[in-house]
């Protein structure tokens, strides 16, 4: 069996940067860190980060007062931000940067007295905290996730409009709304640069890649992380043989794998690159003649930097 492994996969700057920047929390405070939701969506990182001393929360107000609050990688609403501050919690921001763009850009339409049209995932974290940018009271900024959605749109004036993207969906998927957006509303913003994140669209590309050659792919990623859902959705959609699974402990419930001639490897921008190796090895331990190749993918170099008040004390 030949085995295909995408690039790149796995991690990517803005998880990194968030994880180091609870365990760079830990050394400094020690435990308890409060994190504000998971601090990136997979079962493993919370499981190790938990057995440190981090407590992941969704209700503010259970915080006790003073303590370190972590705000996670997919951002949190201007409410939440408030209400740390009237607890007196000492705060570390670990939104990811190309969240943070979002955020600016939802801010600067409550700000200018423009409605907003976000494209989402209803009730996931980075969809509140970014709709939780828009606070003005006398426009609107609207959640649509389909085709459905924009129809039922009303807005009040369309020569006054943006539009944004949740950082961790397809192409696939925000295409074919953008386009029927722009058939009614001719005069809507979008952003100058795409919302969806690099990592996102890397990942994407290699996937498809690993498409034309494999006649299976495994995703490997936790079920509620939206990039590896995303990966999971482009490849169910094109391919018969096509699961997502969260660690090497499923490879013995895929009925087909003994099927199929060549697997693809993919993995969300999410799950550490531990768990990829455990799922590569598994699959391999059952025939040692496998071929395992490497794919020629995109060359990520990007970093995020630490936030000031963090680096400052990690210098010390």
Aim: with cysteine; glycine share 4%; proline share 3%.
């Amino acid at each position: 069996m030949n085995i295909f492994l995408a690039n790149p996969r796995g991690f990517c700057a803005g998880v990194k940067r968030a994880i180091n920047i609870v365990i760079i929390a830990l050394k400094t405070y020690g435990k308890p860190i409060y994190v504000n939701h998971e601090i990136v969506h997979n079962t493993h990182v919370i499981k190790n980060l938990e057995s440190m001393g981090v407590i992941f929360n969704k209700n503010i107000n259970s915080i006790p007062e003073g303590s370190i609050l972590i705000f996670s990688a997919h951002g949190t609403s201007k409410y939440i931000y408030k209400k740390a501050i009237e607890k007196k919690l000492k705060i570390i921001d670990a939104t990811c940067p190309l969240v943070k763009k979002v955020h600016k850009e939802v801010s600067y339409a409550s700000k200018s007295n423009f409605e907003a049209i976000l494209i989402g995932t209803s009730k996931h974290p980075e969809t509140e905290g970014t709709l939780g940018q828009y606070t003005n009271k006398n426009k609107k900024i609207y959640l649509i996730e389909s085709i459905r959605d924009v129809l039922k749109l009303k807005i009040r004036n369309p020569k006054k409009l943006m539009l944004m993207t949740q950082t961790t969906l397809s192409f696939e998927k925000i295409n074919p709304i953008i386009k029927k957006l722009y058939k009614i509303y001719p005069k809507i913003i979008k952003p100058k640069k795409s919302d969806i994140c690099y990592a996102t669209i890397n990942r994407q590309i290699a996937v498809k890649n690993l498409l034309k050659i494999s006649d299976s792919i495994i995703v490997v990623g936790s079920k509620h992380s939206s990039n590896s859902n995303q990966l999971f959705q482009i490849t169910k959609k094109k391919i018969k043989y096509s699961i997502l699974i969260d660690s090497e402990k499923e490879i013995n419930n895929i009925k087909w794998i003994e099927k199929v001639e060549s697997i693809g490897i993919t993995a969300g921008a999410s799950t550490p690159n531990t768990i990829i190796e455990k799922v590569i090895q598994k699959i391999n331990n059952k025939n040692k003649k496998n071929k395992i190749q490497e794919m020629v993918g995109i060359q990520e170099n990007i970093k995020f930097h630490l936030p000031k008040d963090l680096k400052k004390l990690k210098c010390g």
